[in-house]
């Protein structure tokens, strides 16, 4: 068993760190999942400027990807419908609506310009093989942007999950310029459904926002959602909506859908139903409000590493800049093989030294002849000259040589020396630079077309307790101990919605705080019913007259119930066997009238006792002793204020007779 339980836990610990890694969670360089950055790797294999059949795509995913072609379809569809890499042509379904996307035979894909721009350099990415050995892919891009904030991501692994939020993009590039420029920056998310956004507690990405959709509530018998909130579809909505509706919590008439390119859902109210009064229930019943958690989880240098919003851009605005070095450099070494290259030609073509093979006869003499005749003008080269130098240049044809421009090859070098000059002065100035790469890249969207669509605004999440309406009669019938809402018969208690609680104090001296129930066994003689309330439970005091069984003492216990836990059974009395309940009081303050049973040397017949006499107690304390006479008769008579013994009561009520 032990090989088996180290076999078992090594597996487990190889498949988690697969899901994490090569599924779930994205990377924080590109902002991809494997399955994202593969099938953007095969676009840009397949790319010649026209579209795609997205089923073509999907296929050549499959080299790189063995999780089939249903995973890649979905994730394509989903990338292509951030309309930010992908161009599309077809129909790839509707976010607001949640219809799916044609077949994938029937639409067809493209990649974006800003892809290439922002993703597409292989000179700098690192590659490693496909999981058959077949092919190379990508380890990460080199992103210029941080990619998993404008798109959001959600990804659910072994043992964890992400949630990031999708971003404005160009909040996103003028949050980077703004930390290149060393100047602070705010970065909040929005959607493209639209709504209302509470970003209070959004907590740099760690915590939470409240989404809600936007209603025009002009008229009042109709309601119309114009957006969405982040997480629903129109048919996701109305099934919310109609679901509160059949559980009598929405009063509405009939609903329709007329979303397309917008969201256009209409709710016609019920007859005397107005739309001020149903806009809170419908905030508090259905998706028209939701709480949504965030969890920024991505992979950072192989681990999984939560980071805020602002730390993920920080990281971003900097990886820009070694992005854009890295290019610059490669670039820089570029235009120095080409001026290399060039000013060889040059030397090679205009001092004739391809004159002195003519007479050579073997192919050493003739890299030696070449080398030799080259050797006077290394000073006017940027590094020494290779065997590889003189095969190029040995390569060059009659006919070029002969029609060689001299004029023009100077023209060459002297563009070439303004490049560098440009190249050079940019890597001294990376920061500036930076700026004007993320100006550029804005200037490959429409900032209109673009703009922020979620509106940010403060507002409280409606507690559904506060808006449900209390309709419903909690009834309780002694002759066979049942109460709830669903009782037909008894005497009436209480009036509750479903999302109340009740305090039954039972004629055992038990209490229990339970859910307004339909209907539920309590027992016969049940003591009190109300509505658990703690605001209301704290004003009000419980006084409790018990008699112990055998020698009839009688015991007042005056106390508060406001602390309990839901559909746990307290006690009230010491001990069920030996006490039984005599009368269960909330008046503030009562005179207690006594009469006691006639017997030999008992002088006293009668006696008054005040509720104030007695203090108020914790609920688990025992009671105080009152009398240990035996008693005949009791008459409870409340009165006003704080009376004791020692002052006269004035009598407000009738008397109750025990």
Not at 414 to 443: M, P, W
């Amino acid at each position: 068993m032990t090989q088996a339980h180290q076999l078992f836990r090594q597996n487990f610990l190889e498949y988690a760190s697969y899901v994490i890694k090569e599924r779930a969670i994205p990377d924080l360089v590109d902002g991809f999942k494997p399955v994202q950055r593969r099938i953007i790797h095969t676009l840009f294999e397949m790319d010649d400027g026209k579209f795609h059949k997205v089923a073509n795509t999907v296929g050549w995913a499959m080299r790189f990807h063995p999780h089939g072609d249903a995973s890649i379809y979905e994730a394509l569809v989903n990338l292509a419908n951030n309309d930010l890499f992908i161009d599309r042509q077809g129909n790839f379904g509707n976010i607001l609506t949640g219809d799916s996307a044609a077949a994938p035979r029937y639409i067809e894909c493209r990649l974006l310009p800003f892809a290439k721009e922002v993703l597409y350099n292989p000179e700098l990415t690192e590659w490693v093989e496909s999981y058959d050995g077949r092919n190379k892919e990508p380890v990460v891009f080199p992103a210029k942007i941080p990619v998993v904030l404008i798109q959001g991501v959600m990804g659910i692994a072994v043992g964890m999950s992400t949630l990031i939020l999708p971003h404005n993009r160009f909040e996103v590039l003028d949050a980077m310029a703004a930390h290149l420029r060393g100047e602070s920056f705010e970065l909040y998310p929005d959607f493209p459904q639209g709504g209302i956004v509470d970003v209070e507690d959004y907590n740099d990405g760690k915590g939470t926002v409240l989404v809600r959709a936007r209603l025009n509530t002009s008229d009042p018998k109709r309601i119309i959602v114009e957006e969405l909130p982040y997480g629903t579809t129109s048919e996701s909505l109305i099934n919310s909506i109609e679901d509160a509706a059949k559980k009598g919590r929405l009063k509405i008439s009939s609903i329709n859908d007329f979303t397309a390119e917008s969201v256009n859902i209409e709710i016609n109210l019920a007859r005397n139903t107005y739309s001020k009064d149903i806009v809170d229930a419908l905030y508090a019943y259905t998706d028209c409000e939701k709480r949504i958690t965030t969890n920024p989880l991505v992979i950072r240098d192989n681990v999984p590493t939560v980071m805020g919003v602002s730390e993920i851009l920080a990281f971003h605005a900097e990886h820009l800049k070694v992005v854009l070095k890295a290019e610059l450099e490669l670039e820089e070494e570029k235009l120095l093989a080409k001026m290399h290259d060039r000013t060889l030609e040059r030397i090679f073509i205009e001092e004739r030294i391809y004159k002195r093979i003519e007479t050579k006869r073997s192919a050493d003499d003739v890299l030696k002849a070449v080398h030799t005749g080259l050797k006077p003008f290394s000073s006017e080269l940027l590094r020494d000259v290779t065997d590889e130098d003189v095969e190029r240049l040995l390569k060059i044809p009659i006919r070029r040589i002969s029609l060689f421009d001299i004029e023009r090859n100077r023209q060459e070098i002297e563009q070439i020396n303004e490049q560098l000059e440009e190249v050079r002065s940019k890597l001294e100035n990376l920061t500036g630079y930076a700026l004007e790469t993320i100006d550029r890249l804005k200037g490959m969207f429409d900032r209109k077309e673009h703009k922020r669509r979620s509106t940010l605004k403060k507002f409280e999440l409606v507690d559904v307790k506060e808006v449900a309406v209390r309709d419903l009669v909690v009834r309780y019938d002694s002759t066979n101990g049942y109460l709830g809402y669903g009782v037909k018969t008894g005497a009436e208690q209480v009036t509750v919605s479903q999302f109340d609680r009740l305090l039954v104090i039972r004629r055992d001296g038990s209490y229990q705080v339970i859910d307004a129930p339909e209907k539920e066994f309590v027992g016969k003689g049940m003591l009190h019913c109300m509505i658990a309330d703690r605001d209301e439970l704290s004003k009000i005091v419980f006084t409790l007259i018990y008699q112990e069984k055998t020698y009839k003492y009688t015991f007042i216990k005056r106390t508060r119930i406001t602390s309990f836990q839901l559909k746990k059974l307290y006690p009230l009395l010491p001990d069920e066997k030996n006490y039984r309940v005599v009368r269960l009081l909330t008046h503030p303050n009562a005179e207690i009238g006594v009469t006691y049973k006639p017997k030999s040397g008992l002088r006293i017949l009668e006696e008054k006792f005040y509720f104030s006499d007695f203090l108020v107690k914790n609920p688990r304390a025992k009671g105080v002793r009152m009398t240990v006479k035996e008693i005949a008769s009791m008459r409870i008579r409340p009165v006003k204020g704080d009376v004791s013994s020692a002052k006269d009561p004035e009598l407000f009520d009738e008397e109750e007779d025990a």
